[in-house]
Antibody, heavy 120, light 108 residues
Framework: EVLLVESGGGVVQPGGSLRLSCAAS????????MHWVRQVPGKGLMWVAR????????DYAESVKGRFTISRDNAKNAVYLEMNSLRGEDTAVYYC?????????????WGQGTLVTVSS | SSELTQDPAVSVALGQTVRITCQGD??????ASWYQQKPGQAPILVIY???NRPSGISDRFSGSTSGNTASLTITGAQAEDEADYHC???????????FGGGTKLTVL
């Protein structure tokens, strides 16, 4: 069974930093591209970042480029999202998601999410 | 344009057929995927590609595209289909992923 478990969310002040983690199991993690997607409670989904299987390629949404960094540790079956210079509009549930091997950019599994609240 | 547009809310009578749409220029180049999300839960993939269903997804769900509009059709809607439905695809540049705003489906 594919399992993605996020952690690291919490309350942080504007301008602060936070590191999210996602522990993966139930599949060959080192073979898959991974994504982070966020959702303001009650609103739609917004793609944040994507990383290829060996960590050599990263893409970011314009709204987080230069502030967020996606990384992974294939030995630990984990993907991370380092978030700096946080703003109120970054408040959201952050989901870790797996990209299917069937098609590029096709997300087939999601974690349950971790809530990040940016507030003073 | 790199945006996808969905109607905020749609309703359907129990057992009837409903179509949820997603509009955007990128859909002329890339297929949409559709996700079902129930309150407090993570999204679940229900349709991808031309019209493909992952294992375990009911055959009540089907997908299609015409021009810049992708559609998710639920044939014989059931109470358990009440949920938010999100579409996504690559953006027009092909390098980013974009989502629609989501459609809240109510089964009456």
């Amino acid at each position: 069974e594919v399992l993605l478990v996020e952690s690291g969310g919490g309350v942080v002040q504007p301008g602060g930093s936070l590191r999210l983690s996602c522990a993966a199991s139930g599949f060959s993690f080192r073979s898959y591209w991974m994504h982070w997607v966020r959702q303001v409670p009650g609103k739609g989904l917004m793609w944040v970042a994507r990383m290829n299987s060996d960590g050599s390629t990263r893409d970011y949404a314009e709204s987080v480029k230069g502030r967020f960094t996606i990384s992974r540790d294939n030995a630990k079956n984990a993907v991370y999202l380092e978030m700096n210079s946080l703003r109120g509009e970054d408040t959201a549930v952050y989901y870790c998601a797996r990209e299917s091997m069937v098609g590029a950019f096709l997300i087939d599994y999601w974690g349950q999410g971790t809530l990040v609240t940016v507030s003073s | 344009s790199s945006e996808l547009t969905q109607d905020p809310a749609v309703s359907v009578a129990l057992g009837q057929t409903v179509r949820i749409t997603c509009q955007g220029d990128s859909l002329r180049s890339y297929h949409a995927s559709w996700y079902q999300q129930k309150p407090g839960q993570a999204p679940i993939l229900v349709i991808y590609g031309k019209n493909n269903r992952p294992s375990g997804i009911s055959d009540r769900f089907s997908g299609s595209t015409s021009g810049n509009t992708a559609s998710l059709t639920i044939t014989g809607a059931q109470a358990e289909d009440e949920a938010d439905y999100h579409c996504n695809s690559r953006d027009s540049s092909g390098t980013h992923l974009v989502f629609g705003g989501g459609t809240k489906l109510t089964v009456l």
